[in-house]
């Protein structure tokens, strides 16, 4: 198996294959234009500058292109960084594809939609079920695929899918410790909370926001469609509300950008299962970039910390 990105030392010299993520324009102090690529293959990322850039670089270095790098690795400003020694488009007969290149979820996305239509079969309120079911068919192609954000947490393909199958887990370690708590809703909440990013989102590879994401957001756009596929199903009831007061206010926190706070214990729930996932993902993607007795690079997300990985640590 090839070593990935990420895994190359300061100072070691690299000649590989990378897909460009994002590129982007700037002007350099000297006046001269320059690409900042942030590069992927399945170990992560890396940002590198592609200096005196010129026009036909612009269009040959563009998102989603495959390139072959020749250069060394810098650190600069508490990151490894790629530094372009060569850098030129993938060959015809270069046997490499998007796919090589891409992080994907550990689990296969026959398992993830095993465990989640396990959990759907478990529900006993038939509103909850059939409005569960009917937004999973209807997006399901899309949801395996996407990933569940650009950055911070399973930002890879199939992220969403797994995502959502994290939190099963842990909805029902939960639910069992605590019987008092409406299984139906909180697998439900689980199932629904982000699948309105299918149309937030742009695609698996090269994500970026649409302009309906822009515009209305993932928790608007599922608000919405937890109400039409109500009327779709010619369904009446509390339950359609609650559903929704369950996306309204998973994010937890009116400054998280959570429209409502959490009204429902489910709600409440919710909102910490999702938070307890997204960070394990960060903080757990953060320390296999780093050695026992190293601090991570600062996590945005996580008020700008650096987390440090003990020694003793396996």
């Given at each position: 198996?090839?070593?990935?990105?990420?895994?190359?030392?300061?100072?070691?010299?690299?000649?590989?294959?990378?897909?460009?993520?994002?590129?982007?324009?700037?002007?350099?102090?000297?006046?001269k234009?320059f690409?900042?690529?942030?590069?992927?293959?399945?170990?992560?990322?890396?940002?590198?500058?592609?200096?005196?850039?010129?026009?036909?670089?612009?269009?040959?270095?563009?998102?989603?292109?495959?390139?072959?790098?020749?250069?060394?690795?810098?650190?600069?400003?508490?990151?490894?960084?790629?530094?372009?020694?060569k850098?030129?488009?993938?060959?015809?007969?270069?046997?490499?594809?998007?796919?090589?290149?891409?992080?994907?979820?550990?689990?296969?996305?026959?398992?993830?939609?095993?465990?989640?239509?396990?959990?759907?079969?478990?529900?006993?309120?038939?509103?909850?079920?059939r409005?569960?079911?009917?937004?999973?068919?209807?997006?399901?192609?899309?949801?395996?695929?996407?990933?569940?954000?650009?950055?911070?947490?399973?930002?890879?393909?199939?992220?969403?899918?797994?995502?959502?199958?994290?939190?099963?887990?842990?909805?029902?370690?939960?639910?069992?410790?605590?019987?008092?708590?409406?299984?139906?809703?909180?697998?439900?909440?689980?199932?629904?909370?982000?699948?309105?990013?299918?149309t937030?989102?742009?695609?698996?590879?090269?994500?970026?926001y649409?302009?309906?994401?822009?515009?209305?957001?993932?928790?608007?756009?599922?608000?919405?469609?937890?109400?039409?596929?109500?009327?779709?199903?010619?369904?009446?009831?509390?339950?359609?509300?609650?559903?929704?007061?369950?996306?309204?206010?998973?994010?937890?926190?009116?400054?998280?950008g959570?429209?409502?706070?959490?009204?429902?214990?489910?709600?409440?729930?919710?909102?910490?299962?999702?938070?307890?996932?997204?960070?394990?993902?960060?903080?757990?993607?953060?320390?296999?970039?780093?050695?026992?007795?190293?601090?991570?690079?600062?996590?945005?997300?996580?008020?700008?910390?650096?987390?440090?990985?003990?020694?003793?640590?396996?």
């Amino acid at each position: 198996m090839k070593k990935g990105i990420l895994h190359f030392e300061v100072g070691e010299q690299v000649d590989v294959h990378l897909l460009i993520k994002t590129a982007t324009k700037g002007i350099a102090s000297n006046g001269k234009p320059f690409l900042t690529l942030i590069f992927q293959d399945k170990s992560g990322e890396i940002e590198a500058k592609l200096w005196d850039a010129s026009s036909d670089d612009e269009e040959l270095y563009t998102p989603q292109s495959i390139v072959r790098v020749l250069g060394d690795i810098h650190h600069y400003r508490g990151r490894n960084q790629l530094k372009i020694r060569k850098i030129k488009p993938k060959e015809d007969h270069e046997n490499v594809n998007v796919s090589d290149l891409i992080e994907t979820a550990p689990l296969s996305q026959e398992q993830m939609m095993d465990k989640i239509t396990q959990a759907i079969f478990e529900m006993k309120n038939p509103n909850i079920q059939r409005i569960t079911r009917h937004l999973l068919k209807k997006h399901q192609n899309e949801f395996l695929q996407y990933p569940a954000a650009t950055k911070n947490h399973h930002e890879f393909v199939s992220g969403l899918a797994y995502h959502v199958v994290s939190m099963l887990d842990l909805a029902k370690a939960i639910a069992s410790l605590y019987p008092s708590l409406d299984k139906d809703l909180l697998y439900a909440g689980v199932i629904l909370h982000d699948l309105g990013k299918v149309t937030e989102l742009s695609g698996p590879v090269s994500t970026s926001y649409t302009i309906e994401g822009n515009l209305i957001g993932h928790i608007s756009i599922m608000v919405n469609e937890i109400g039409k596929a109500a009327e779709e199903l010619g369904i009446e009831g509390e339950e359609i509300m609650v559903l929704q007061h369950l996306v309204l206010s998973h994010h937890g926190k009116l400054e998280w950008g959570s429209p409502k706070l959490p009204l429902i214990k489910e709600a409440e729930i919710l909102h910490y299962i999702d938070n307890i996932d997204a960070k394990m993902n960060m903080l757990d993607r953060a320390l296999e970039r780093v050695k026992p007795g190293e601090y991570t690079e600062r996590i945005f997300a996580m008020d700008n910390r650096n987390f440090y990985k003990p020694t003793f640590h396996n």
